[in-house]
């Protein structure tokens, strides 16, 4: 029964607590001034040569970072079926079992996987600095940032021809 009492009172309180009108400022929202494009550009921009370490170091990294996630999966599978087939044809050459012939077919395959494990990861690495200048470059696009170019051009008679293009 006490209780009763004391919920109707809280109640009634809250009731005649807010019966008048609230004259409360409503919040100003302050927008931060926009950036221009060539700043949203600094920010959005990627940089080939950490692209390129980073896809040296692990591979997909710098493809991941150059914007393409899905981009590295070749270059990995390279890099993982040389460095077993480097690995494995170790393991067999060096076997207590195996004579050691320095023309064994193990010694080709092992000499196969190393070009294999070290040309995929160079091939990776100019490749994800490749596709970071490629990025930056639709970034650029994107923003309109592209200036009107002079190109220098040589005309099926070898004589040379300057162009203009501008981009409305």
């Known amino acids: 029964m006490k209780h009763r009492y004391v919920t109707s009172l809280l109640v009634l309180g809250a009731l005649l607590g807010h019966a008048g ?39 997909t990294a710098g493809y991941d970072y150059a914007g393409d996630r899905d981009a590295g999966k070749l270059a990995a599978w390279l890099t993982a079926g040389g460095a077993i087939t480097w690995l494995a044809a170790g393991f067999v050459a060096n076997h207590p079992d195996c004579r050691h012939d320095p023309c064994t077919v193990e010694t080709i395959v092992g000499v196969a996987g190393v070009a294999v494990f070290y040309g995929s990861r160079i091939w990776a690495s100019v490749s994800a600095w490749r596709l970071a200048n490629r990025t930056n ?4 696009r994107r923003l309109n940032l592209d200036d009107a170019g ?4 040589v005309t099926p008679n070898g004589q040379l021809g300057l162009g203009v293009s501008l981009r409305f």
């Not at 920010?43 to 980073?54: E, G, H, I, Q």
């Not at 470059?137 to 650029?140: E, I, L, M, S």
């Not at 002079?150 to 051009?153: D, M, R, Y």
């Open 21 to 59: 009108q609230v004259h409360a400022q409503r919040p100003t929202i302050v927008r931060p001034p926009q950036k221009s494009p060539e700043e949203r550009y600094e920010d959005m921009k990627k940089s080939p040569f950490l692209a390129a370490t980073l896809e040296l170091i692990i591979p």
């Open 137 to 140: 470059a639709f970034y650029r």
């Open 150 to 153: 002079l190109a220098l051009s």
